[in-house]
């Protein structure tokens, strides 16, 4: 039996330790399913901001966040990424979420979807006005696929023995984050959340699976006591809880997807 398949079922066991919650209710949802291949694409009514989503989609998610952050009136479609339909493939050609619409003008990835909100509606503000200030916060989450990359090869480095290293240079990355916060304050924004936080949290809110798969991979206090109580405030943040996804759901979307048919409906009646 190899290493990945073994990997995958201590995924799929731990699934089971876990309660699905949702409390969606921070948004007008047009399709809470995703929408695919042979669908309509649901009406857009003028001046509507709408969102094009995947729920268990962690680009996607920074931008949900910043939007209920700000209490932005929008709506979403949440759309099958495996097989898109054509008019959502007309909006992005490159066929990735997140995407904004609002009367006929388009915009799509997630760093440009925040950029783009955080201009259009100002309050409050979460990127600084100060341009070396602001051009400090970008390099911090433009620089962070260094973390996602090895959040995603952990899983792989399990099956194929070179665990150890690979958690290593994860920890390196993460001690980058450990000590900018430890000079900023409670969130990257200081005593408010700003960009950085929103754009970097999805991850942290997947840890959990990296700890059922590697504990040592665990985001503790003794190592990272700025980051541990960082996250543990970020819980607390309304937008947070409004796009928490439990392990359980992280779990089994991440298990789906590895098998080839990624359950985008999950724990959806």
Excluded at 123 to 144: G, H
Aim: aromatic share 12%.
């Amino acid at each position: 039996m190899s290493s990945v398949f073994l990997c995958l079922q201590k995924l799929q066991k731990a699934a089971v330790l876990y309660t699905v919650r949702r409390s969606f209710s921070e948004i007008k949802i047009m399709s809470e399913k995703a929408l695919g291949r042979g669908t309509q694409c649901p009406p857009l009514a003028p001046g509507t901001l709408r969102l094009y989503s995947m729920r268990f989609c962690p680009y996607a998610q920074r931008t949900r966040l910043v939007l209920l952050h700000k209490n932005v009136t929008f709506e979403t479609v949440n759309i099958n990424l495996k097989q898109k339909p054509d008019w959502f493939k007309a909006r992005n050609p490159i066929g990735l979420v997140p995407v904004l619409e609002c009367d006929g003008k388009v915009v799509y990835e997630s760093n440009v979807c925040n950029e783009y909100i955080d201009n259009v509606y100002p309050n409050p503000k979460l990127i600084p006005s100060d341009f070396y200030l602001a051009s400090r916060d970008k390099l911090l989450w433009e620089t962070f696929g260094k973390v996602t990359e090895l959040f995603y090869e952990i899983p792989k480095s399990v099956a194929d023995g070179t665990l150890d290293r690979c958690l290593r240079r994860f920890k390196r990355q993460l001690k980058r984050y450990e000590d900018e916060l430890k000079q900023r304050g409670e969130y990257f924004g200081g005593s408010s959340p700003c960009m950085v936080d929103f754009m970097i949290w999805p991850w942290f809110e997947r840890v959990p699976i990296l700890s059922i798969i590697a504990p040592e991979a665990e985001v503790n206090s003794k190592e990272f006591p700025h980051l541990s109580s960082w996250m543990k405030l970020m819980m607390e943040l309304p937008a947070v809880k409004e796009t928490y996804e439990e392990p359980s759901a992280h779990i089994h979307f991440f298990s789906s997807l590895r098998a080839g048919n990624p359950d985008y409906d999950y724990g959806l009646s």
